[in-house]
């Protein structure tokens, strides 16, 4: 059976949960083999891709994909397809993610689909489009479908199997060696989940009135075991670092549950969250737009109701 | 130094947009057509970095004819010349002929920097700029929260989950830019005058020198099996916060397993 590749992602030689939720849905696809791009591959990465069902892990140990901007790594998957021959090739859909895979679709003359939602055994492919308010079904119909999916599709399953290392050379060309990466600079590394990995997102906006407000976005955020986002408003303001910022020119999102505190819901912030499965809202102004989606929805202040909510929440925790 | 930028027209970002069913594609009839907002970004660094360094900016839509109204926004702004790729044929083209005809437009026009915005707000796949690179086998600086342009020599911040790369090419260089990079301008009377009198190239897809064959719907490598709206959402639970609200949040969270 041709295998289906996903490209893993992973930081500080471990493997990011978006992977293992990939490997899962890989799993009802076909054969999963992972693809392992730059160094750091050792016994963590292996002993967690095996657990959740990779026959196989192609490694790429070259500094090159991480010394210079997405070309190289275009480059070595193209010629790890070649030689695996699979059957599809998932990429999560982070910002570089589909990067690759447009670079990709060039190099090896296959479709491409984006932010996928869920793939179907017959390869098609479920998308959310317009903000959530169209679902679509596409295929792709030239070449080795590529198809990038969003994080939070599939719940990530173990079904451990045995693992064996490819190690695959690629002498990375002299042209995609142009965009040099010189520095790169953290902001706040945060002990939270990662914002659009998070199954929970408790978010704030200008309602917080301020950065002190947003202490008790992240008092709750703490107690859900959750990730913090922001709307525009707020990060703009700098209130909030710039990339919790969700909406349309932030993170998408669609996390079991999201938590939006003073935030209208504007257009361009449901774009990052209206896929989210079940939404709560906590804002003053019971005419706001945000309603409209809310599962549950408190009109209230949110400096009362989310310490409130914080406590309850510790209470049942025990 | 000689810019390009790359703006498309999308249907306004507030009308409700849909798909048209006899041929799965985005009605753009139905809603006004709007300078993609993020591509204003675009256009802004253009002129800044022109401001700065000298030189020509040229402004580069593919899209049916009302797009020139794209066109004629972003030179209104101060851009200096547009091309506009308009062809039938084009209609259904997806993001791999998309980037073949900008590409061809833009290969042997000796530009120094092309610009992009960084998502359209219709097709939102983020995957234009880095096609294009790859074809035109360029340096890829994507998604840049602030360039520098020091001789030929071009600097980005680019945008990550942790913070920010910084990366270094040699021009000619793709950049595509994030909202957060600058304060687009609005057009000035005087702006939207002159514009009138700027020119404007109209290329068919054999003027970009890629074959009508392989644009357009019947050439795309993916397909709309179908689609549907979602169905519309039950309506939420909305109560008043009158002391209890916190609780309340926690007893629905509670039913539904989360807590
Ligand atoms: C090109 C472009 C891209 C954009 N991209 C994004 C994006 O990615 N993400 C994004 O979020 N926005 C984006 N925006 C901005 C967007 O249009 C809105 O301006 C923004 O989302 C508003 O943020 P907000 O809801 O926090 O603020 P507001 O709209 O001001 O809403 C604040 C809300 O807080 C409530 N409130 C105030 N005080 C309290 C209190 N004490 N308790 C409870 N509720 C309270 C108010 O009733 C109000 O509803 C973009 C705009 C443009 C033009
Ligand atoms: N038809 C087009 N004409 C010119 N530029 C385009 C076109 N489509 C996309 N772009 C550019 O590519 C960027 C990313 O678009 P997309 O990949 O569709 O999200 C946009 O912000 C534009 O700068």
């Known amino acids: ?318 | 130094m000689k810019i390009a930028v790359c703006v498309k027209q999308v249907p306004d970002t507030w009308a409700e947009k849909r798909l048209r069913p006899a041929d799965s594609l985005l009605d753009r009839e139905s809603a006004e057509g709007v300078l993609n907002e993020l591509d204003e970004y675009a256009v802004e660094e253009a002129l800044k970095i022109q401001e700065a360094h000298g030189g020509e900016v040229t402004i580069v839509s593919m899209g049916p004819e009302r797009a020139v109204e794209t066109i004629r926004k972003a030179l209104s702004m101060g851009a200096d010349a547009g091309i506009h790729i308009v062809d039938d044929a084009l209609s259904g083209s997806d993001a791999l002929a998309t980037s073949a005809v900008l590409a061809g437009v833009l290969k042997d026009r000796g530009f120094d920097l092309i610009i992009f915005g960084s998502e359209s707000t219709d097709a939102r796949m983020s995957v234009v700029p880095a096609m294009v690179s790859e074809r035109l086998g360029l340096p890829q600086l994507t998604f840049a929260q602030k360039v520098d342009v020091n001789g030929g020599t071009i600097t980005i911040e680019r945008q990550t989950d942790y913070g920010f790369d910084s990366v270094e090419a040699s021009s000619p260089v793709v950049v595509s830019v994030v909202e957060k990079i600058n304060e687009p301008r609005y057009p000035s009377f005087k702006g939207i005058m002159a514009a009138k009198k700027k020119p404007l190239e109209t290329l068919s897809v054999a003027d970009a020198g890629v074959a009508a064959g392989s644009v357009g719907t019947g050439a795309a490598w993916s397909v709309v099996a179908d689609f549907a709206a979602r169905p519309p959402k039950a309506a939420g639970t909305i109560v008043n916060d009158e002391g209890a609200g916190g609780v309340k949040i926690a007893e629905f969270l509670a039913t539904n397993k989360i807590i």
């Open chain 1, 1 to 318: 059976m041709a295998p289906i590749l996903v490209v893993v992602e992973h930081a500080d030689g471990v493997v990011k949960k978006v992977t293992l939720e990939l490997l899962t849905l890989a799993r009802s696809l076909g054969e999963p083999a992972a693809v392992w791009l730059g160094p750091g591959y050792g016994d963590a990465a292996a002993s967690q891709l095996a657990e959740y069902g990779a026959g196989t892990a192609y490694v790429v140990d070259n500094s090159d994909m991480v010394d210079f901007v997405v070309a190289p790594k275009t480059e070595a998957l193209a010629a790890v397809v070649k030689q695996a021959s699979p059957a599809a090739i998932l990429i999560a859909s982070s910002a570089e993610g589909k990067e690759i895979a447009g670079r990709l679709a060039i190099k090896i003359e296959s479709g491409v689909i984006t932010d996928a939602v869920a793939i179907a055994p017959d390869l098609t492919a479920t998308q959310s489009v317009f903000g959530g308010s169209t679902i679509v079904h596409s295929t792709v119909t030239h070449g080795i479908p590529i198809i990038t999916v969003r994080p939070n599709s599939t719940a990530p399953e173990a079904a451990a199997t045995a693992l064996s290392r490819v190690d695959v050379e690629v002498p990375v060309s002299e042209g995609a060696r142009g965009a040099k990466v010189t520095g790169r600079t953290a902001a706040t590394k945060a002990s939270r989940p990662e914002l659009s990995e998070a199954a929970i997102v408790v978010s704030g906006g200008r309602g917080v009135g301020g950065p002190e407000g947003f202490g008790v976005i992240e008092s709750l955020a703490d107690s859900l075991g959750a990730a913090v986002g922001a709307s525009r408003a707020a990060t703009d303001a700098g209130w909030y670092p710039h990339q919790y910022q969700v909406g349309q020119t932030g993170k998408t999102v669609s996390p079991q549950l999201y938590v939006a505190n003073g935030i209208s819901g504007a257009i361009q912030h449901r774009a990052g969250m209206q896929t989210s499965k079940m939404i709560v809202v906590v804002n003053k102004d019971s005419e706001a737009p945000i309603f409209e989606l809310a599962d549950f929805g408190v009109v209230g202040d949110l400096f009362a109701v989310v310490p409130q909510l914080t406590d309850e929440v510790q209470k049942r925790k025990g």
